[in-house]
């Protein structure tokens, strides 16, 4: 038995209610942040660009441009910090690592987004992670 | 002092209260048997003596299997005995990690460490090696340097730190907080690390 699996499992804390994204997705996440003896939210909106790790150390990689300078974080998705990931748009990418548009700016950095024709989120009861694309092929 | 035998599984993170991340070991613990009551009337002192992990029944000497035979279980691959035990289980009775520690506790972990092979002082005694790349260093970036006086005393003292094998010592760590029990799996994950590679024999106390 997986003995470092099993304590994982145990110890994850439960992402269901969060959306499912991919690289190249536009998703806003939130997260709790602490001032002195304060806690409030804040929202991070940008790309994804990289899901690394597997179990309890998985994480990801979000990048925006703020006021034309680029600013990544990554966020460990069993990180208790975060309270909502919602995602915006899909992206339409031809890799799981987004590292060139770390390279890009302006136009060129944008992705470009896939088009759904409709969200069967309703029918599957809370799992908002699947969707139908155009050829109506069930992508979970 | 309370104890048991146990094997290291290996290393991971666990999100705590306050939210970060902490370095955890995980270790597998137990049950261990008790294969000998050691008391003042027989012995002169109090002790406990509890096995763990199978062995062989061809690896076992005979001497050994009659030792395991008194205590009415199988042959064990460690056999450890802890002073002042007192603890309330007789010859042959099992002792689980729950009957021991509870989340919170602070305990010690001895094992041994991972075998380095011949090591320089730079990494066996944190020497500093010389300067940098640069001052003229040629090709001995990591050497020791002097080790003492030329005329008097004409020899190098006895216990200069130099070269040599490093790792495989017994290490001893003390206060690693429990941060989690699981007491099905026989399963206890300490902050931090502890000596050893993975599935090392390893002994955990608490006082």
Sequence with gaps: ?140 | MKGLLGRKVGMTSIYNAAGQSVGCTVIELGPCVVTQVKSTDTDGYNSLQIGFAEAKEKNTTQPLKGHFKKANTTPKRRVQEFRDFNIDKQLGDTITVVDIFAEGDAVTVVGVSKGKGFQGGVKRYGFAGVGDQTHGQHNRLRSPGSVGASSYPSKVFKGQRMAGRTGGDQVTVTKLKVVKIFAEQNLIVVKGAIPGHKNSFVTVKKK
Excluded: H
């Design chain 1, 1 to 140: 038995m997986d003995f470092i699996r099993f304590v994982g499992q145990q110890c994850a804390r439960d992402i269901s209610k969060f959306d499912f994204f991919r690289p190249g997705d536009n998703v806003a996440v939130t997260y709790e942040i602490v001032e002195g003896d304060k806690k409030r939210e804040q929202t991070f909106r940008g790309d994804i660009i990289k899901i690394k790790g597997e179990g309890i150390s998985r994480s990801f990689t979000i990048r925006k441009i703020s006021d034309g300078i680029g600013v990544e974080r990554i966020f460990p998705f069993n990180c208790p910090a975060l309270t909502n990931i919602v995602n915006l748009k899909k992206g339409r990418v031809r890799r799981a690592k987004l590292y060139y548009v770390r390279g890009q700016v302006g136009k060129a950095a944008r992705i470009r987004e896939k088009k759904f024709v409709q969200s069967i989120a309703e029918n599957l009861k809370g799992k908002k992670r699947k969707w139908t694309f155009d050829n109506s092929v069930l992508y979970v």
